[in-house]
């Protein structure tokens, strides 16, 4: 089992549209939760980070973690085409980072 | 504001070829990694390295070699390029354990 499961996705959404992006995870000890986006050709870039469970909010972006179902999520609010790129999650444990596989999403306009 | 730097960006090898793909990071950051990322897959840790003067495994460590140069500078080596090492090579760095990482743009390396 990997440590960290991602729908691979592709989402494709209307402009607009609420997205939901989520993953799960195997191991209880990850206390820290990431979120990437990556534009085709570049490399990821960090979107959010947190730190145990709970709902971090930064502007369209909520992340959110629920640690006794070892599920976070990703909502972006009014998607825009500007969105569309393939979203990671990943989680550290100590020096070492975990990542999903990526949910390619697409937002048409 | 360059943050992580990796050079070159594209490069084309034959098989059995060598080469050392560069990365610098100006963050003052402790930690550097090297990960692949080919389709289906997502990133993949090659080594890290936790500090300057220590480096570590990864997951896919097999083919490849590192030097942590100093503090801003982490280089990977292919000895001896195989077609399946055709990928797209990530640089990052993160400041201490539990902190977020940081991407370079990445080489697209293939090897014929």
């Known amino acids: 089992q990997k440590e960290v499961e991602q729908d691979p996705g592709p989402l494709s959404v209307p402009e607009g549209a609420i997205v939901s992006l989520n993953c799960t995870y195997s191991?209880?000890?990850?206390?820290?939760f990431m979120w990437y986006r990556q534009y085709s050709r570049k490399g990821p870039e960090l979107l959010m980070y947190t730190y145990s469970s709970g709902n971090k909010e930064d502007g369209r972006f909520t992340a959110q973690v629920d640690k006794s179902s070892k599920y976070i999520s990703l909502f972006i609010r009014d998607s825009q085409p500007s969105d569309s790129a393939t979203y990671l999650c990943a989680m550290i444990y100590f020096n070492k980072f975990y990542f999903g596989s990526g949910t390619k999403l697409n937002v048409k306009p | 504001n360059a943050g992580v730097t990796q050079t070159p960006k594209f490069q084309v090898l034959k098989t059995g070829q060598s080469m050392t793909l560069q990365c610098a990071q100006d963050m003052n950051h402790n930690s550097m990694y090297w990960y692949r990322q080919d389709p289906g897959m997502g990133l993949r840790l090659i080594y890290y390295?936790?500090?300057?003067?220590?480096?570590d495994k990864g997951e896919v460590p097999n083919g490849y070699n590192v030097s942590r140069l100093n503090k801003r500078e982490f280089s990977l080596r292919l000895e001896s390029a195989a077609p399946s090492q055709t990928s797209v090579y990530f640089c990052a760095s993160s400041s201490g354990p539990y902190t977020e990482a940081f991407f370079g743009q990445g080489t697209r390396l293939t090897v014929v």
């Open positions: 191991n209880s000890a990850f206390q820290y």
């Open positions: 390295s936790a500090s300057e003067g220590t480096t």
